[in-house]
């Protein structure tokens, strides 16, 4: 399985991003799928992540940034609005796969893309 992040860049303040994220391979159904951040000397943190179970969002992003997914081409969005330079980081998307042939999950990293937020 790969998984490709698209959709990084710079904006200014209170622009706009998307970033996608499709998971390739097959014999898999997905637990869940989600993005995280990682600024420079930080931790990785939860942005938001979507499940057959619901959404979760970090609280500082809540109703700023949509997570939605395409489960037909296993893929994951993220719509950012209103930036603002403290959502600058590397964006990391995460998939929870479940593989009925073995009875067991996998967890896959992308790449990262990068979201500047810069005048």
């Known amino acids: 399985v790969q998984l490709q992040a698209f959709g990084g860049g710079l904006v200014q303040p209170g622009g706009s991003l998307r970033l996608s994220c499709s998971a390739s391979?097959?014999?898999?159904?997905?637990?869940?799928m989600g993005w995280y951040r990682q600024a420079p000397g930080k931790q990785r943190d939860l942005v938001a992540a979507i499940s057959s179970g619901g959404i979760n969002y970090a609280d500082h992003v809540k109703g700023r940034f949509t997570i939605s997914r395409d489960n037909a081409n296993n893929t994951v969005y993220l719509q950012m609005n209103s930036l603002k330079p403290e959502d600058t980081a590397v964006y990391y998307c995460k998939a929870n796969l479940f593989y009925p042939i073995i009875a067991a999950s996998r967890i896959y990293w992308g790449q990262g893309t990068l979201v500047t937020v810069s005048s």
């Open positions: 391979g097959s014999g898999f159904s997905i637990n869940s």
